[in-house]
């Protein structure tokens, strides 16, 4: 079955770091990949998607690669701020599955 | 902007309780989900809806019950409310599958069961 694997937090960062977050999954058929973040207080809202081998999803200066080879989406951000603070999920879908896999999710903190 | 609202925010029930948790989207979604958030476990689904009166257990829906009568409200329903079922619950919908798969998701509601 579908199953993603996302690096354990909690992570505290300074501002301006750079901040990563690891994404494995397993999957059958051609999944299309996905970011989520949690907001204190809100439900989730989707940061970037990507659908095929070697798309690459950017939003609000955050990016990741569909990584085939190493089945992996890896989370990046150059330089956090503090309103970044939040909850990460890494999530999966089959192509043809409405269904989603979460992670685990990933909490950061960015302090100032 | 496709809008998920749950009918509370934060819900406190005795144990033994009948507790119904609403969701409405106005977007024309065919699916609908419930999902239950625990520190270290992520999201799990409770039941999903893919058309009216149309439903399918998830991966943990022992203790919950779900009702669908329309296009754009989904219920969740805890027959028995227990201890165990503290947590946080989340609404989405989608499109069918093939169409993007992204889920939108309500606000959660915090339940609290005494």
């Known amino acids: 079955g579908n199953s993603v694997t996302q690096m354990e937090g909690p992570v505290t960062l300074s501002e301006e770091a750079f901040l990563t977050i690891n994404c494995t999954y397993t999957?059958?058929?051609?999944?299309?990949l996905f970011w989520y973040v949690q907001y204190p207080g809100e439900g989730l809202q989707l940061l970037l998607k990507?659908?095929?081998?070697?798309d690459k999803g950017s939003n609000k200066g955050f990016e990741a690669t569909y990584r085939k080879e190493t089945t992996s989406f890896h989370l990046e951000k150059g330089s956090v701020q503090v309103s970044d603070s939040a909850v990460y999920f890494c999530?999966?879908?089959?192509?043809?599955?409405?269904?989603?896999?979460f992670g685990a999710g990933t909490t950061v903190t960015v302090r100032a | 902007d496709v809008k998920v609202t749950q009918s509370s925010r934060y819900l406190v029930k005795r144990t033994g309780e009948k507790v119904f948790l609403e969701c409405v989207q106005d977007?024309?979604?065919?699916?609908m989900f419930w999902y239950r958030q625990d520190p270290g476990l992520g999201l799990r689904l409770i039941y999903f809806?893919?058309?009216?009166?149309?439903?399918e257990k998830g991966d943990i829906p022992e203790g919950y019950s779900v009702s669908r009568e329309k296009k754009e409200r989904f219920s969740l329903i805890l027959e028995s409310a227990s201890t165990n079922q503290t947590s946080m619950y989340l609404c989405?919908?989608?499109?069918?599958?093939?169409?993007?798969?992204?889920?939108?998701f309500g606000p959660g509601t915090r339940l609290t069961v005494l």
């Open positions: 989405a919908s989608s499109l069918p599958a093939g169409l993007g798969n992204e889920q939108f």
């Open positions: 999957a059958t058929g051609y999944p299309s």
């Open positions: 809806s893919y058309d009216v009166k149309m439903k």
């Open positions: 990507a659908t095929k081998a070697d």
């Open positions: 977007m024309d979604h065919e699916n």
């Open positions: 999530a999966l879908s089959d192509q043809y599955d409405y269904k989603l896999s």
